[in-house]
Nanobody, 124 residues
Framework: QVQVAESGGGLVQAGGSLRLSCAASGRTFSDFAMGWFRRAPGREREFVATISASGFSTSYAHFVQGRFTISRDNAKNTVYLRMNSLKPGDTASYYC?????????????????WGQGTQVTVSS
């Protein structure tokens, strides 16, 4: 059974960058798409980015397009989210999740394993 754990969050000034990491355990990691979601206090969970099992296909939420990049290293059982040009509105807890299948998907119900989250705070 795949399990995931996020790291790399922190406090950053607006315009700065962070790279989040999601370390996965489980022999079938490379068979599944992975995604990043975020949740801010008082707000619903939002899709951020997803990457196919192969790493060849990606999809992004409109509000991060051109600023964030999702990638994965299947040999290391790790998925990354590089976040550039951060804005205060990006402040949230970011969650890594494993999809139910290998293709990119954007709905939370299409993911079945979730990490505990890592906090990203962007100051103005």
């Amino acid at each position: 059974q795949v399990q995931v754990a996020e790291s790399g969050g922190g406090l950053v000034q607006a315009g700065g960058s962070l790279r989040l990491s999601c370390a996965a355990s489980g022999r079938t990691f490379s068979d599944f798409a992975m995604g990043w979601f975020r949740r801010a206090p008082g707000r619903e969970r939002e899709f951020v980015a997803t990457i196919s099992a192969s790493g060849f296909s990606t999809s992004y939420a409109h509000f991060v397009q051109g600023r964030f990049t999702i990638s994965r290293d299947n040999a290391k059982n790790t998925v990354y989210l590089r976040m550039n040009s951060l804005k205060p509105g990006d402040t949230a807890s970011y969650y890594c999740a494993k999809a139910r299948g290998p293709v990119v998907v954007v709905e939370p119900t299409q993911y079945d394993i979730w990490g505990q989250g890592t906090q990203v705070t962007v100051s103005s």
